[in-house]
């Protein structure tokens, strides 16, 4: 405004009238110079202002992204979640597996016919020939006999043979007569003498061995419910009250605590174990103990497998169990098996499993569609190990071994690089961090070829009281419990050691039932590794049945 000139106009008017010319105007220039101030204030203002908002925006677009990341990982948790929950359990070969397999394009599954496979022969016929045979002679009616034209009989020429196999379960009432005889002389002494009466393995009872040994094998092998037992029983007109045999279990409980006692202390000698844990219900109120909720755990050594039953799951049990052992123990990733002092010591040493390893791959590729192919590429990887150490056999093949030892050292190389790239997501590097984590233990395997590659054995075993527990829904009482555990541990160990448990139970508690319904005064001759050849030949299991955690 300081540059502004009047125009030609002012020069002709007086100093007065000038000055009231120009007064409106400068009024009006100092006006619009305070509103450019003003103008200029608030632009610097609102300049100051867009950068806030700017920072903002770029704020709250981050965190957008990274709730769009946190969503779309929770996602893919809720995928495998849904797999673990709905899917199988079991890593048996399916190809309607939802929860551990993966649908690998390089590995397609052929559609398998269900029946006898071609170029795979077929099972031995069975040999019954050992059964006690009853013979029945089938005659041809006189009419049918006889010439329809002369009416003469025909004459016998031999027998067409033929077998059928039957069974026949009999409920029967022993009943004894104990003969009495008097003398006859008159020589001092008692005038009458009675036959002994015959061993009992309850005094009083009124069922004799054969009994138990049906009612242990029904609920401890095939996991029945003893309701289910009962009614089958009926069927065959034979009443029982649950009672009943809830009291004679529970007075027959004692009579395994020595042979269960000998295989703990047998099985915690063993150099290699297998080790997996599962619930357990135990319907009774415990002080200290909080909940229904007890722990089965299971333990797999050279010859035995011991079930032991406790209230928690903590590294107290396989410390207790496995004492001053010395050796490796094939387990899962459970922090309660790392926390033992003899694995800290370092005289127990873990051997981690790959099928959980494996597991891990299969539910970032089922939770995470986008990388379902870099699951593919380290499942690739992991059954390309499982075939290697398959074909290096017992010795191990020094050839395979090294082919075993180049594969592993790619597979660390490979992992390291994977968690070295920042741009890796964070379900990748949890797994890859897991791997590399227990490197050393999933690796034991390869300098000792004894190692399994995983605890599928131990697993295995657990399946047989899993089933029971969904059955039974677990114990009513503590010592019910413990009884599992004991007949658990005894009909494991027979089956590993090809041993039928019927005839095994029947001996052991027909032995029993000759020492007044106690445990005999050495048990020692009933352990499965004392047997004689010509006992274990006795108790042999017919027909070969491999045993659940064989």
Request: charged content about 30%; hydrophobic content about 35%; aromatic content about 8%.
């Amino acid at each position: 405004m300081d540059d502004l000139h009047a125009p030609p106009i002012l020069d002709e008017l007086p100093p007065l009238a000038i000055r009231d010319f120009l007064a409106p105007l400068l009024a009006e220039v100092a006006a619009l110079r305070s509103e450019v101030v003003h103008l200029r204030r608030e632009n610097l203002e609102l300049r100051q202002q867009v950068g806030y908002w700017k920072s903002r925006h770029a704020d709250a677009v981050e965190r957008l992204e990274a709730a769009d990341h946190t969503i779309e990982h929770l996602r893919g948790e809720v995928r495998q979640l849904k797999g673990e929950l709905f899917g199988r359990r079991s890593e048996k070969n399916s190809a309607t597996d939802r929860s551990n397999d993966l649908d690998d394009p390089q590995d397609p599954k052929p559609v398998r016919k269900r029946g006898q496979q071609p170029n795979r022969p077929g099972p031995a016929r069975r040999d019954y020939s050992h059964l006690p045979a009853r013979e029945e002679w089938i005659d041809v009616p006189e009419e049918q006999r006889r010439c329809s034209c002369c009416g003469r009989l025909a004459a016998a020429c031999g027998t067409e043979d033929s077998e059928q196999v039957e069974i026949e379960t009999t409920v029967y009432r022993r009943v004894i007569h104990r003969r009495r005889y008097r003398r006859v002389c008159d020589c001092p002494g008692p005038r009458t003498q009675t036959a002994s009466e015959p061993a009992k393995l309850i005094p009083k009872s009124r069922f004799g061995t054969s009994v138990w040994v049906d009612v242990l094998l029904d609920k401890f092998a095939t996991h029945r419910p003893t309701e289910r037992l009962l009614a089958d029983w009926r069927s065959r007109d034979f009443d029982v009250a649950a009672g009943t045999l809830n009291e004679g279990l529970q007075r027959i409980a004692p009579l395994f605590q020595p042979i269960y006692a000998a295989m703990c202390e047998r099985n915690g000698l063993s150099k290699l174990f297998q080790a997996d844990e599962t619930r357990w219900k135990v319907f009774e109120v415990v002080d200290g103990k909080t909940g229904r909720t007890w722990w089965l755990w299971v333990f797999l050594g050279t010859d035995t497998t011991v079930y032991i039953l406790d209230p928690t799951r903590s590294h107290d049990v396989p410390e207790a169990h496995v004492g001053e052992a010395e050796g490796t123990m094939m387990v899962d990733r459970y922090s309660a098996y790392k926390a033992m002092p003899q694995v800290k010591d370092g005289r127990l040493v873990l051997a981690f499993c790959w099928a959980h390893v494996r597991r891990d791959f299969v539910r970032v590729g089922k939770g995470f569609p986008e990388l379902k192919e870099w699951a593919l590429t380290w499942l690739r990887r992991i059954r390309n190990l499982y075939r290697i150490n398959a074909l290096r056999g017992l010795p191990a093949n020094p050839a395979r071994t090294m082919e075993l030892r180049d594969a592993l050292a790619a597979m660390q190389r490979q992992a390291r690089e994977e968690l070295a790239d920042p741009k890796r997501r964070e379900p990748v590097r949890k797994v890859l961090t897991s791997l590399m984590e227990h490197w050393d233990g999933l690796t034991l395997f390869v300098d000792d070829p004894r190692i399994p590659m995983d605890n599928n054995r131990s697993e295995r075993a657990v399946r047989g009281p899993a089933l029971g527990r969904k059955n039974y829904y677990g114990s009513g009482a503590v010592w019910s419990g413990e009884l599992a555990a004991m007949m658990f541990s005894v009909l494991a160990t027979l089956a590993m050691g090809r041993l039928n448990p019927r005839r095994w139970l029947q001996w052991y508690l027909e032995s029993c039932a000759a020492s007044g319904g106690a445990v005999p005064a050495d048990v020692r001759p009933f352990l499965p590794w004392n047997l004689t050849a010509e006992q274990r030949k006795n108790l042999a299991e017919v027909g070969g049945i491999a045993s659940e955690s064989g």
